[in-house]
């Protein structure tokens, strides 16, 4: 048997800008211990940060490679989602990290889904024209070539926050909103791009299993909504919202509903256990599967921090870990 083991975990803005509070090097000595302590051999991170090192040069993952050098980590492959310039985004990029080979990587972003249009209703001045609802972030594609020659899929991904988005003429401050429809406006907006890159998500896996129906699928990633909110249950595809136990073979199984319920969190907002970061797998993957674990003791809580203008050295999200026993 080959032991696999994939983890998910958002690293809060990971970057290495001076003065920042904490500083980086405080950072990197609490992230770097924890990521050994979670040895994945396939690794899913968000909000990994890129940073400028030469002028008019693509920006690079300097404060990433920081943090994996001199660890377990440093030697893996490595898939990196890219922005509008073809290098990395300044902010938020996702990273899938692995032990074995990657034979495929693309990014996928408003390709199977095209972007809905939409005419402002509260905006001031009145919109004279619709707009394209663009997702705010790609879905990032790995496929993993496994050491009994069989290909791990893997899908990456960092859906849209619940919080409103921009609506021109309805902001007084960044955090502060002029009328209550257009803070519902922008809600809705807000909504409409989690739920289809959600659909995005989806998509793709059922294309990964039209190629092949015994395919061994993972995905991964802050989801930004709970286990029976819209995004989450449009990419397992229960059979009981399907209605057609047909389609059972091509649900995801949510590993973390094996976790108690009493530590089934990976974020903590003003007391409130959540749990936004998912990892869900294939039928043929799930039979495979041996151990599921959360680290989040010690998890800080993300509304207090927020209130007292504070960040953490670590993250406001809690890893996620799944462990599988594949046939060699």
């Not at 211990?33 to 940073?51: K, S």
């Not at 209550?180 to 807000?190: Q, T």
């Not at 009981?240 to 976790?259: Q, W």
Request: overall charge negative; glycine content about 6%.
């Amino acid at each position: 048997m080959s032991r696999l083991r994939i983890a998910t975990f958002n690293l809060e803005n990971l970057d290495d800008r001076p003065g920042a509070d904490p500083s980086f090097a405080d950072r990197l000595g609490v992230l770097r211990p924890l990521m050994q302590r979670i040895d994945a051999d396939v690794f899913c991170l968000q909000e990994v940060n890129a940073q400028e090192t030469e002028k008019r040069q693509p920006r690079r993952f300097a404060a990433l490679d920081a943090l994996l050098q001199s660890s377990s980590y440093a030697g893996y492959h490595r898939a990196a989602s890219a922005g509008s310039g073809g290098g990395p985004a300044e902010v938020h990029n996702l990273v899938t990290l692995s032990r074995w080979p990657i034979a495929e990587q693309r990014q996928i972003r408003n390709e199977l889904v095209r972007p809905p249009r939409y005419r402002l209703a509260s905006a001031i001045p009145p919109a004279e024209r619709e707009i394209e609802v663009t997702w705010d972030r790609p879905l990032l594609y790995t496929a993993v070539a496994l050491p009994n020659g069989r290909r791990l899929h893997v899908l990456n991904l960092h859906l849209r926050a619940p919080l409103a988005a921009f609506i021109p003429g309805q902001k007084l401050a960044p955090f502060v909103w002029k009328t209550v429809g257009g803070w519902a406006e922008g809600f809705y907006l807000s909504t409409m791009k989690r739920t289809g890159q959600a659909l995005e998500a989806r998509l793709f896996v059922d294309r990964l299993f039209d190629a092949d129906p015994d395919a061994l699928i993972a995905v991964a990633g802050d989801l930004n909504a709970e286990a029976r909110e819209t995004p989450v249950r449009a990419i397992y595809g229960d059979p009981e919202d399907t209605g057609n136990e047909v389609l059972a073979e091509r649900a995801l199984s949510p590993i973390e509903a094996e976790v108690p319920a009493d530590r089934r969190f990976s974020v903590l907002h003003h007391g409130l256990k959540l749990m936004l970061d998912h990892l869900m797998v294939s039928v043929q993957l799930k039979r495979a599967h041996r151990a599921i674990d959360i680290f989040n003791e010690g998890l800080p809580d993300e509304y207090v921090a927020w209130v007292k203008g504070e960040q953490t050295a670590g993250s406001f999200h809690a890893p996620v870990i799944a462990e599988f026993d594949l046939p060699d």
